[in-house]
């Protein structure tokens, strides 16, 4: 009897700092989350249930970024526990937008915020997880796109590479139809340096990319950023429009870094 | 009068009042219209089901790196340029199952779409838009491995042209020897013309197909005085084309100056984003995937449209041939405006000027063309590029 039954891959998702938005993705699947339940073990899934099983799993999904020291010390024994690490949006990926806290003092922060800073124990930077451990796959996006979980999970268990895009957003708004919001309008648009994912959702209502999936594979973000500059769009404009789900993304950092100082 | 029967190389006038029975005899042949429309601010091709959702009284202008759409003084109906879409988009999508498959007992089992395909009639396609069918008529149904998808659209399709009256800042098509005027390809093809208080188009029989469809127009035989005005409408457009390229030697020019310095200058401002290969009327580039189900039971393949400036593109065990966005760049200029000629003896290039336009940044191919041009044979410039050339222009 036993021998009939298929050991099913265990999979489990870790939060870090984040707003749980992307693994709540994994439960938006809906329609294909008892074929997911069939395929794998779900062994550790805090937002769906408290039943945890003991590892080690084939698969992890982490989500957040790291932002104290106990979470520093906590990748390290996830990294141990698991066969395969994917990272899942943008904290986990790029340092979220918690990354912020990174171009300032963080003890200016916590002094303002709590009544009683002194409890709050936290680093001054929040950093991708990819900053402590080796990652396997990195899935962006703010939030993640849930087709994309699961063609990332249907291609590990059939082991195959996944189909997911690292061209820019301007593909998808083409592919689509969409006519070029910064060239028919002239509204700013981060598609050209942004990483496909979305479906290019923002240009196909009239708003430019805001680049929740930050950036794509050979982002040139001084030449897109000077155009911008010329449509008159302000330092001050662009050090945001670089700063935002994915500010600690090596490229949008420099950038908007480069016009703090313009 | 009994009605003239049209005949190859006809050509006959069609009053504005009764150009809606060029649409109905369309309809009756069965065909689905594709044709231009105004839509969310942009001049696009949609299927239209009366000749009254056309542009009338809009006009777009172009330059490099920006589109509006204007009001006209009149009421033309193809009183514009070109805008972002072409008929690609339908004769070649972006996105194509070729099949699906089932894993049975014995390995998989395939099935083929077998269902019916659309009959297209293309209205109001420009000279350059023709000339950019034919060439992917040369690319998917020339040689041995004929894409029949293709084939099967573009024989049940029908090109209505539309000889363009005007050109702007981004047209070079008199450059490539691809418009204002429609010279083959089609099967009618209009010219539209504005008179005072006459508003009429001039229609050419190009085929059967196109001579059995105005069979069910009401038309009647063009005098010579309309016919000169028609004449003279696509000879003013002739006149206004924004931009030139040069083609005399460039295959040559292009092809012994891999290592220009221009390259590395174009390189800074590009943003390898793929809009100019998305736009183009003739790139033809794709990749293929292929999707499974969760159980690894069904799966289906897939031709999606790719780009040569993504770095997948060239992706080969061991990495990417094509690194940096210099290298793309060189390879998708040097493809159309050289390479092509000895893939398919001619330009992949009819100068509809939609890469320049759509380009965020503005990168004008024949600038780019005329820059290497100008640098031949100037071996200083070759690999050493100085600090003011990498600012950003």
Request: aromatic share 8%; hydrophobic share 35%; with cysteine.
């Amino acid at each position: 009897m036993k021998n009939n039954i298929k050991r099913r891959p265990k999979l489990a998702v870790w939060k870090f700092a984040s707003c749980d938005g992307c693994q709540l993705s994994l439960l938006d699947c809906e329609d294909e989350l008892l074929s997911v339940a069939e395929e794998v073990e779900i062994a550790n899934f805090p937002e769906a249930s408290r039943a945890v099983a003991r590892g080690p799993y084939e698969l992890s999904l982490v989500e957040g970024s790291i932002t104290t020291s106990h979470d520093a010390e906590r990748i390290h024994k996830v990294r141990r526990a698991s066969k395969f690490l994917i990272t899942i949006g943008a904290c986990a990926t790029a340092g979220g937008i918690q990354a912020l806290r990174n171009f300032k003092d963080v003890n200016e922060f916590t002094s303002a915020v709590y009544a009683n800073p002194e409890y709050i124990e936290t680093l001054n930077n929040s950093t991708p997880i990819n900053n402590h451990v080796r990652v396997d796959f990195e899935l962006r996006g703010c939030p993640i796109n849930k087709y994309h979980l699961l063609e990332v999970v249907n291609a590990f268990l059939n082991r195959r590479k996944p189909n997911i895009p690292s061209y820019s957003v301007c593909m998808e708004c083409k592919m689509r139809g969409t006519t070029c919001v910064m060239v028919s309008k002239g509204i700013p648009c981060l598609g050209p340096v942004t990483n496909a994912g979305c479906g290019a959702i923002c240009p196909s209502y009239n708003r430019g990319c805001y680049s929740c999936f930050g950036p794509s594979e050979d982002p040139n973000t001084r030449a897109l950023s000077e155009k911008f500059k010329q449509m008159g769009v302000s330092s001050d404009d662009l050090v945001r429009m670089y700063r935002s789900f994915n500010t600690s993304a090596d490229v949008f950092m420099k950038e908007s870094m480069i016009h703090e100082q313009d | 009068m009994e009605k003239p029967k049209p005949k190859l190389g006809d050509q006959m006038v069609i009053s504005r009042s009764k150009f809606g029975t060029l649409f109905t005899s369309l309809q009756k042949a069965g065909y689905s219209i594709i044709g231009p429309t105004v839509s969310n601010e942009a001049i696009v091709y949609q299927e239209l089901s009366s000749c009254e959702e056309l542009p009338q009284g809009w006009t777009d202008r172009r330059e490099p790196g920006t589109y509006r759409l204007e009001k006209r003084d009149d009421q033309a109906l193809f009183g514009f340029n070109v805008g972002p879409h072409s008929p690609k988009k339908y004769l070649f999508p972006p996105e194509h199952v070729f099949w699906t498959a089932q894993r049975k007992e014995s390995g998989y089992e395939v099935y083929e779409d077998k269902s019916e395909l659309p009959r297209y009639a293309f209205v109001g396609l420009r000279a350059c838009e023709v000339n950019a069918v034919l060439l992917q008529d040369k690319v998917f149904t020339s040689g041995e491995h004929v894409d029949q998808h293709y084939q099967k659209l573009r024989d049940a399709s029908l090109i209505v042209a539309a000889n363009c009256t005007q050109a702007d800042g981004t047209c070079f098509c008199v450059s490539m020897g691809t418009g204002p005027k429609a010279e083959k390809g089609f099967d009618l093809a209009l010219t539209e013309v504005l008179d005072g208080e006459q508003h009429y188009f001039v229609v050419e029989v190009g085929s059967k197909r196109g001579a059995a469809v105005l069979g069910g127009v009401s038309f009647r035989r063009a005098k010579p005085k309309e016919l000169k005005l028609a004449e003279e409408a696509c000879d003013r457009a002739a006149g206004q084309m924004g931009r030139t390229l040069e083609t005399d030697g460039l295959k040559d020019i292009l092809q012994s100056n891999p290592d220009s310095v221009h390259w590395d200058k174009v390189a800074k401002r590009c943003l390898s984003c793929g809009n100019c290969t998305m736009v183009c009327p003739t790139c033809f580039c794709t990749t293929v995937v292929d999707r499974t189900d969760l159980k690894g039971t069904s799966c289906e393949r897939i031709r999606r449209w790719d780009s040569c400036f993504t770095n997948e593109f060239s992706y080969i065990n061991g990495g990417s041939v094509r690194q940096s966005t210099k290298s793309r760049y060189r390879q998708w200029m040097m493809h159309k405006l050289a390479n092509w000629i000895d893939q398919f003896g001619t330009m992949g290039c009819v100068g509809c000027g939609r890469c320049i336009t759509w380009c965020p940044v503005g990168i004008d191919i024949t600038q780019e063309a005329a820059a290497i041009r100008e640098r031949e044979g100037d071996q200083a410039s070759i690999g050493k590029v100085k600090e003011d050339e990498h600012a950003v222009t």
